[in-house]
Protein backbone atom coordinates (compact mmCIF):
# COMPACT_ATOMS: atom_id res chain seq x y z
CA UNK A 1 0.00 0.00 0.00
CA UNK A 2 1.33 3.10 -0.91
CA UNK A 3 2.17 6.25 1.75
CA UNK A 4 -0.77 8.24 0.11
CA UNK A 5 -4.22 8.87 1.09
CA UNK A 6 -6.80 10.17 -1.78
CA UNK A 7 -9.24 11.23 0.28
CA UNK A 8 -6.78 14.44 1.85
CA UNK A 9 -7.44 17.33 1.43
CA UNK A 10 -5.85 20.60 0.91
CA UNK A 11 -6.65 23.26 2.97
CA UNK A 12 -8.39 26.77 1.09
CA UNK A 13 -5.95 29.44 0.40
CA UNK A 14 -7.26 32.47 2.52
CA UNK A 15 -8.00 35.42 0.86
CA UNK A 16 -5.40 37.55 2.65
CA UNK A 17 -3.05 40.33 1.17
CA UNK A 18 0.66 40.12 2.78
CA UNK A 19 3.54 40.37 1.50
CA UNK A 20 5.20 36.94 1.39
CA UNK A 21 3.40 35.45 -1.48
CA UNK A 22 2.61 31.74 -0.91
CA UNK A 23 2.09 32.31 2.79
CA UNK A 24 -1.35 33.60 3.17
CA UNK A 25 -2.39 29.81 4.29
CA UNK A 26 -0.69 30.48 7.80
CA UNK A 27 -2.09 33.66 8.21
CA UNK A 28 -5.55 32.20 10.30
CA UNK A 29 -3.55 29.19 11.75
CA UNK A 30 -2.25 28.45 15.19
CA UNK A 31 -0.17 25.64 14.41
CA UNK A 32 1.51 23.30 11.67
CA UNK A 33 2.49 19.95 11.87
CA UNK A 34 5.23 17.86 9.67
CA UNK A 35 4.47 14.69 8.85
CA UNK A 36 7.02 11.82 7.24
CA UNK A 37 4.86 11.05 5.06
CA UNK A 38 4.54 11.49 1.12
CA UNK A 39 2.26 12.87 -1.59
CA UNK A 40 1.70 12.04 -5.08
CA UNK A 41 2.66 15.90 -5.47
CA UNK A 42 6.57 15.01 -4.27
CA UNK A 43 7.50 13.24 -7.57
CA UNK A 44 5.76 15.91 -9.77
CA UNK A 45 8.37 18.25 -8.14
CA UNK A 46 11.00 15.50 -8.50
CA UNK A 47 11.92 14.73 -5.11
CA UNK A 48 10.97 10.86 -3.69
CA UNK A 49 10.95 11.92 -0.40
CA UNK A 50 10.20 14.83 2.25
CA UNK A 51 6.92 15.35 4.40
CA UNK A 52 3.86 16.99 3.96
CA UNK A 53 2.89 20.12 6.51
CA UNK A 54 -1.31 20.14 7.61
CA UNK A 55 -2.84 21.93 10.03
CA UNK A 56 -4.61 20.68 13.29
CA UNK A 57 -7.56 19.39 11.38
CA UNK A 58 -5.42 17.46 8.74
CA UNK A 59 -5.86 19.50 5.73
CA UNK A 60 -2.24 19.52 3.38
CA UNK A 61 -0.91 23.05 3.31
CA UNK A 62 2.46 22.61 1.96
CA UNK A 63 4.68 19.75 1.03
CA UNK A 64 8.46 19.57 2.09
CA UNK A 65 11.80 17.88 0.88
CA UNK A 66 14.91 17.81 2.59
CA UNK A 67 18.28 17.53 1.56
CA UNK A 68 20.76 16.29 4.63
CA UNK A 69 24.75 16.19 4.46
CA UNK A 70 27.09 16.18 8.11
CA UNK A 71 25.79 19.04 10.14
CA UNK A 72 24.12 20.61 7.33
CA UNK A 73 20.44 20.46 5.70
CA UNK A 74 18.43 22.18 3.09
CA UNK A 75 14.62 21.90 3.34
CA UNK A 76 12.53 23.61 0.58
CA UNK A 77 9.08 23.93 1.09
CA UNK A 78 6.06 24.16 -1.76
CA UNK A 79 2.73 24.91 -2.19
CA UNK A 80 0.21 22.15 -3.96
CA UNK A 81 0.71 24.18 -7.11
CA UNK A 82 4.75 23.10 -6.99
CA UNK A 83 5.74 26.93 -6.28
CA UNK A 84 8.51 26.98 -3.71
CA UNK A 85 7.33 29.35 -0.51
CA UNK A 86 9.84 28.52 1.98
CA UNK A 87 14.15 28.11 1.96
CA UNK A 88 14.94 26.44 5.38
CA UNK A 89 18.69 26.50 5.46
CA UNK A 90 21.47 24.92 8.23
CA UNK A 91 24.97 26.52 7.16
CA UNK A 92 27.85 23.93 7.02
CA UNK A 93 29.78 26.09 9.74
CA UNK A 94 26.99 26.94 11.66
CA UNK A 95 26.42 24.67 14.78
CA UNK A 96 22.78 24.98 15.48
CA UNK A 97 21.37 27.99 13.45
CA UNK A 98 18.91 27.90 10.57
CA UNK A 99 18.18 30.92 8.36
CA UNK A 100 14.75 31.11 6.65
CA UNK A 101 13.47 32.63 3.15
CA UNK A 102 9.94 33.35 2.98
CA UNK A 103 10.23 33.06 -0.49
CA UNK A 104 13.56 31.81 -1.90
CA UNK A 105 15.45 35.15 -1.69
CA UNK A 106 13.71 37.18 0.64
CA UNK A 107 15.33 36.66 4.35
CA UNK A 108 12.85 36.58 7.36
CA UNK A 109 14.64 35.78 10.06
CA UNK A 110 16.61 33.00 11.80
CA UNK A 111 16.88 30.80 14.77
CA UNK A 112 20.22 29.93 16.94
CA UNK A 113 21.05 28.11 19.81
CA UNK A 114 21.79 29.45 23.07
CA UNK A 115 25.32 28.03 23.32
CA UNK A 116 26.14 24.23 22.53
CA UNK A 117 25.24 22.26 24.82
CA UNK A 118 21.84 24.51 25.76
CA UNK A 119 18.33 23.42 25.59
CA UNK A 120 17.25 27.23 24.47
CA UNK A 121 16.51 28.77 21.09
CA UNK A 122 16.57 32.20 20.40
CA UNK A 123 14.25 32.82 17.12
CA UNK A 124 15.27 36.38 15.36
CA UNK A 125 13.19 38.20 12.67
CA UNK A 126 15.44 39.94 9.46
CA UNK A 127 16.39 42.98 11.60
CA UNK A 128 17.77 40.54 14.14
CA UNK A 129 14.81 41.29 16.94
CA UNK A 130 14.20 38.53 19.20
CA UNK A 131 10.80 37.43 18.50
CA UNK A 132 10.59 34.30 20.77
CA UNK A 133 12.64 32.41 22.94
CA UNK A 134 12.12 28.53 22.89
CA UNK A 135 13.17 26.10 25.83
CA UNK A 136 12.89 22.51 26.55
CA UNK A 137 10.64 21.35 29.59
CA UNK A 138 13.00 19.10 31.32
CA UNK A 139 16.39 17.82 30.93
CA UNK A 140 14.80 15.57 27.35
CA UNK A 141 14.11 18.16 25.16
CA UNK A 142 10.62 16.26 23.88
CA UNK A 143 8.58 18.98 24.41
CA UNK A 144 9.89 23.14 24.01
CA UNK A 145 7.77 26.08 25.16
CA UNK A 146 7.85 29.02 22.79
CA UNK A 147 8.11 32.17 25.02
CA UNK A 148 7.51 35.52 24.22
CA UNK A 149 8.63 37.53 27.36
CA UNK A 150 8.34 34.57 29.65
CA UNK A 151 5.08 33.79 28.55
CA UNK A 152 4.03 30.55 27.19
CA UNK A 153 2.55 31.30 24.41
CA UNK A 154 3.12 28.06 22.04
CA UNK A 155 4.99 24.39 21.75
CA UNK A 156 7.46 22.29 19.71
CA UNK A 157 6.77 19.06 20.04
CA UNK A 158 6.94 15.36 19.09
CA UNK A 159 3.86 13.26 17.75
CA UNK A 160 0.87 15.44 17.32
CA UNK A 161 -2.50 13.66 18.05
CA UNK A 162 -4.26 14.92 15.42
CA UNK A 163 -6.61 11.49 14.13
CA UNK A 164 -5.29 11.65 10.57
CA UNK A 165 -1.98 11.92 11.80
CA UNK A 166 -1.69 9.53 14.21
CA UNK A 167 -0.29 7.01 12.66
CA UNK A 168 2.75 8.54 10.80
CA UNK A 169 6.05 10.21 12.57
CA UNK A 170 5.30 13.61 12.93
CA UNK A 171 6.22 16.94 14.83
CA UNK A 172 5.02 20.07 15.21
CA UNK A 173 4.94 23.64 16.55
CA UNK A 174 1.81 26.09 17.83
CA UNK A 175 2.23 29.59 17.85
CA UNK A 176 -0.27 32.65 18.42
CA UNK A 177 -2.79 33.04 15.25
CA UNK A 178 -2.10 36.84 15.20
CA UNK A 179 1.62 36.23 15.13
CA UNK A 180 3.02 38.24 12.09
CA UNK A 181 3.42 35.35 9.52
CA UNK A 182 7.10 36.02 8.77
CA UNK A 183 7.78 35.30 12.09
CA UNK A 184 5.37 31.99 11.83
CA UNK A 185 8.05 30.49 8.85
CA UNK A 186 10.62 31.38 11.04
CA UNK A 187 9.24 29.29 13.76
CA UNK A 188 8.48 26.57 11.59
CA UNK A 189 12.40 26.67 10.53
CA UNK A 190 13.00 26.21 14.64
CA UNK A 191 10.63 23.32 13.97
CA UNK A 192 12.63 21.54 10.99
CA UNK A 193 15.78 22.31 13.22
CA UNK A 194 15.04 21.29 16.43
CA UNK A 195 13.42 18.06 14.65
CA UNK A 196 16.24 17.45 13.09
CA UNK A 197 18.58 18.04 16.45
CA UNK A 198 16.25 15.42 18.49
CA UNK A 199 13.46 13.68 16.89
Known amino acids: MKDTDKTEKWMSCPK ?3 EYPGLAYVCPLSELIVAKKLDALHQVIGKK ?3 TIFNNEGQKIFLAVEEK ?3 RFLVKIFNHYGNEVIEIKKPKLCLNEVHVWAPPGNFVGYVKQSGLWA ?3 LVKNKCKEVVVKIKAQGCKGSVYDVLSRDELVGNIRKQWNVEALIK ?4 GVSFPVEMEVGDKAVLLGACFLIGYLKY
Open 16 to 18: NDI
Open 49 to 51: GGY
Open 69 to 71: TYR
Open 119 to 121: NTF
Open 168 to 171: YKNF
